[in-house]
């Protein structure tokens, strides 16, 4: 008798530590029989799949050493076919710079069942958790969200005359990125924050401006971190607990 295929499930974890789980991702976490993570989801998260459950890190931190994701592509497939429930952890949301596409197309042509369940990004949960609102009727009609992975592959002419910037990935480029936005005319006042280990205990926050935030930060390692750019962040002050 053939064993029936497995299916994979592409999970957002959330931006932090476990209680920004979505019940859904709850519930697949703790009946999983793989678990294949990614470098940034929290302890906390991985503490609740069974005793039994076989946990594989991919590595996919800045700077450090990661499994190619041909190999991860291949692992999938492999573990799918084995008929097990593989739960595939990727932090904050998977279709936001969470490289999601080239897995679903491997499990795709492999022809293994798979599903897609949202998460909160950081990129939305880490503004929120540092008081700081990414839109309002008078400083901030837009926000975009970027990665700062390749600075030189953005338009800073067009990005700099947006209000509100929500930088991912970016800790290891802050200064060029300082640099870009004064060079094409944003002030030197301009308010920026910068959200470190958002939703965890561990989570640090910098205030400053263009002209000042990289001075404040030269000796810290950033990453993992959001950086906002925009008046919104003054509004920290007015909405911050007493």
Not at 53 to 82: A, D
Not at 84 to 96: E, M, N, T
Not at 98 to 107: N, S
Not at 110 to 134: Q, R, T, W, Y
């Amino acid at each position: 008798m053939t064993k029936s295929l497995g299916k994979v499930y592409i999970v957002g974890a959330g931006p932090g530590s476990k209680e920004y789980l979505s019940v859904k991702a709850y519930s697949l976490i703790t009946q999983g029989e793989v678990l294949i993570y990614d470098a940034l989801v929290d302890d906390s998260i991985l503490e609740l799949a069974p005793e039994n459950c076989l946990k594989i890190e991919m590595g996919k931190r800045g700077g450090k050493v990661s499994t190619s994701q041909s190999e991860i592509n291949s692992l999938l497939v492999e573990k799918c076919r084995l008929g097990k429930q593989v739960i595939r952890l990727k932090g904050g949301d998977p279709f936001i710079f969470g490289r999601a596409a080239p897995e679903i197309q491997a499990l795709i042509e492999a022809g293994c069942e798979f599903e897609v369940v949202p998460g909160i990004s950081s990129a939305l949960a880490a503004p929120l958790l540092a008081n700081i609102p990414l839109t309002d009727a008078v400083m901030s009609r837009a926000f975009v969200v970027l990665t700062a992975h390749d600075i030189e592959a953005l338009d800073w002419e067009k990005i700099s005359q947006i209000e509100t910037l929500v930088i991912l990935m970016g800790g290891k480029n802050l200064g060029e990125i300082v640099h870009q936005l004064l060079r094409h005319e944003r002030i030197p006042e301009t308010p920026v924050a910068i959200i470190q280990n958002c939703a965890t205990p561990k989570q640090h926050i910098w205030i400053g401006n263009l002209s000042d935030i990289a001075k404040q930060t030269y000796a810290e390692y950033l990453s993992p971190c959001v950086i906002i750019v925009g008046e919104v962040v003054r509004l920290r002050d007015y909405l911050q607990k007493n």
